[in-house]
């Protein structure tokens, strides 16, 4: 998380290691579902970092593994509840992708102020382990009114938990980025026996760091003995900041019977980004931190061959006068444009291929993916096939790349020729793809020293055909 979040009612810790002794790094969190006398429970849930623990081999993939004991401790010495078992995170075939795994558990106590003891130990290395103890204070009145504490839970289709037909993952560390566009806000309530089939009102809010509620979602119920209170709030039009979601009943007359609350961080810095105000992101902590002036230049420059001129116009002015800090900024900018949630994920895919076309293309002087076959090659990849022709008579060297299947537009195909034989520089004369260069006179200036004629006389179209449409480079050109 980016600021300090200070949490109402549910306990949520974040535990790491930073000392010599090794331990695990988890995140938990506590909710208490008090419903009535004879089902009162508490809910775990956990976050394991898979850094922190060692993962073994076992029938050829690698997994990791916690010994988990878990004591519900009255301040008497009563011991109401325990759990004891091992948790195996997800099995890999790379010893090194260290996955982070989830666990919820769910348990069945009694009214009463607890202190929850809670041993985690690395199953392959006993040496690492974590300790950790919570309260948890169950009691209530037989007359009071409660809504249980408010978690939040991301939709998912396989692989999650169930609780009473959703399928979900909890939201443990409330942090919620880009990639949700909705989170289930899930609570409940058991009312009082004066207020049993009683109509009431259930009133969802979001409210930003200054108290502005951004977000106001009503729903109406009638009261049981157990009411499951789930409702999906939109995230899509929330900015990067602090918030807190509120949940409140009341009666039709207005009267406040219950309230929960959970604060939670929107993460999202790149929302509201442009590409002119690059100088304004925050590069703490990403990627471009790693680019030295060298590679700032390489990315910069190819990222200018597919920009419109406004924006070529300032990554112009960046390259020439920018400080190496505004460069690692105009980058991160431009690709948190393209993907907001990860723009490491953009741009990684993106310069892979700028490195390929410039061992392919360059020539020494320049970058090889600013030639024309190097464009070509970044924004279309390898052509289907390729034909070269370096010795036709009365013609240059010449290449032509066909694709077989570029979106929207089918067989397209590109001609490139080197009219001053100079090394592997080939121009692009002509194409049949759609924003690219199509030149229908392509023939006549590709074979224009191969028809002899007096100075001011045009040749006839006889000359034409047989001087140049018949010539090799039309029938490849031109050939299905």
């Known amino acids: 998380m980016k600021k300090s979040i200070q949490l109402f009612f549910a306990v949520i810790i974040l535990l790491t290691s930073n000392s010599i002794v090794s331990a695990v790094d988890v995140a938990v969190s506590l909710r208490d579902y008090t419903t009535n006398d004879e089902d009162v429970y508490a809910e775990i849930s956990y976050l394991f970092i898979g850094e922190s623990l060692l ?16 004591t519900f401790n009255r301040p008497d010495g009563t011991i109401d509840a325990v759990d004891k078992y091992r948790l195996t995170g997800p099995a890999q075939l790379d010893s090194l992708a260290r996955q982070n ?54 939709p998912v289709e396989t692989g999650g ?27 409940e309530y058991e009312p009082s026996k004066d207020l049993l089939n009683q109509e009431a009102i259930a009133f969802y809010s979001i409210y930003d760091n200054e108290k502005n509620e951004v977000f106001r979602k009503v729903k109406k119920l009638n009261l049981e003995a157990r009411n499951i209170l789930v409702e999906s709030i939109p995230l899509v039009k929330l900015d990067d900041g602090e918030y807190s979601i509120h949940v409140k009943l009341l009666l039709r007359n207005k009267k406040e019977i219950g309230f929960t609350t959970l604060e939670f961080y929107r993460d999202d ?15 703490s902590g990403t990627f471009v931190e790693l680019l030295n002036e060298q590679n700032l230049e390489f990315s910069l420059r190819a990222i200018r061959l597919f920009v419109d001129l ?35 994920e953009a ?24 030639t024309d076959r190097g464009y070509v090659f970044m924004k279309y990849g390898l052509p289907d096939d390729a034909i070269s022709r370096g010795s036709e008579q009365g013609a240059p060297p010449f290449i032509i790349w066909t694709y077989n299947r570029i979106p929207k537009q089918g067989t397209v195909k590109f001609l490139f020729y080197n009219p001053t034989l100079d090394g592997e520089e080939f121009d692009l004369l002509h194409s049949t793809a759609d924003e690219e260069i199509q030149n229908k006179d392509w023939p006549e200036i590709l074979y224009s020293k191969s028809i002899q004629r007096r100075p001011g006389e ?23």
């Open 55 to 70: 993962h073994a081999q076992t029938t050829g993939q690698y997994a990791a593994a916690v010994d988990v004991l878990i």
């Open 101 to 154: 795994f989830i666990d919820v558990r769910r348990y069945n106590v009694s009214q009463a102020n607890y202190k929850v003891k809670i041993e985690l130990r690395d199953a392959f290395l006993p040496s690492t382990f974590r300790d950790i103890e919570l309260q948890l204070d169950t009691r209530r009145s037989e007359s009071q009114s409660k809504l249980s504490d408010l978690s939040l839970l991301l």
């Open 161 to 187: 938990f169930e609780k009473y037909g959703i399928q979900y993952e909890p939201v443990i560390i409330p942090t919620i980025g880009a990639v949700h566009n909705s989170v289930i806000a899930y609570s």
């Open 269 to 283: 810095p790149y929302k509201n980004l442009r590409i002119e105000g690059y100088k304004t992101v925050n590069i």
């Open 310 to 344: 406004p924006t070529g116009d300032l990554l112009q002015n960046v390259l020439r006068n920018g400080t190496i800090e505004e460069k690692r900024k105009f980058v991160l900018t431009y690709w948190a444009l393209q993907n907001r949630v990860d723009p490491y």
């Open 347 to 370: 741009f990684k895919p993106f310069m892979s291929m700028a490195a390929q076309a410039h061992a392919r293309f360059g020539d020494g002087v320049g970058y090889g993916f600013e």
């Open 458 to 480: 045009a040749a006839s179209q006889e000359e034409l055909r047989e001087g140049i449409y018949g010539r090799e480079a039309v029938r490849l050109f031109n050939d299905q």
